[in-house]
């Protein structure tokens, strides 16, 4: 089975700097698209950014700037470094991957989301 595992949460104040990791682990042909979403109380989830398995990345127009996401493929893991962060970047974070796997009748692709890691902004 294939499962995200996501870390490196918790409390900074404004203005701070936080990293979260996302690692994939289990059975799998190749990893393609992998991202952040993140999910305020009372609020929808949202894109925070993505990147591509070449490196290409997006992200929401809220976070540009201060937030750059990357990924180590060798590890499976994506990385979302958050700077000068605010509180309204309160949130649970929730990595997201698109991610193939090989089953019957061949390989299929297939959305895997982490349990989620809550990132609180506050002094």
């Known amino acids: 089975q294939v499962q995200l595992v996501e870390s490196g949460g918790g409390l900074v104040q404004p203005g701070g700097s936080l990293r979260i990791s996302c690692a994939a682990s289990?059975?799998?042909?190749?990893?393609?698209?992998m991202g952040w979403y993140r999910q305020a109380p009372g609020k929808e989830r949202e894109l925070v950014a993505a990147?591509?398995?070449?490196?290409?990345?997006n992200y929401a127009d809220s976070v540009k700037g201060r937030f750059i996401i990357s990924r180590d493929n060798a590890k499976n893991t994506v990385y979302l470094q958050m700077n000068s962060l605010k509180p309204e970047d309160t949130a649970v974070y929730f990595c997201?991957?698109?991610?193939?796997?090989?089953?019957?009748?061949?390989?299929?692709?297939?959305?895997?989301w982490g349990q989620g890691t809550q990132v609180t902004v506050s002094s």
């Open positions: 289990g059975r799998f042909f190749r990893i393609n698209n």
């Open positions: 990147i591509t398995s070449a490196g290409s990345a």
């Open positions: 997201n991957a698109e991610i193939q796997v090989v089953g019957v009748p061949g390989i299929s692709s297939y959305r895997y």
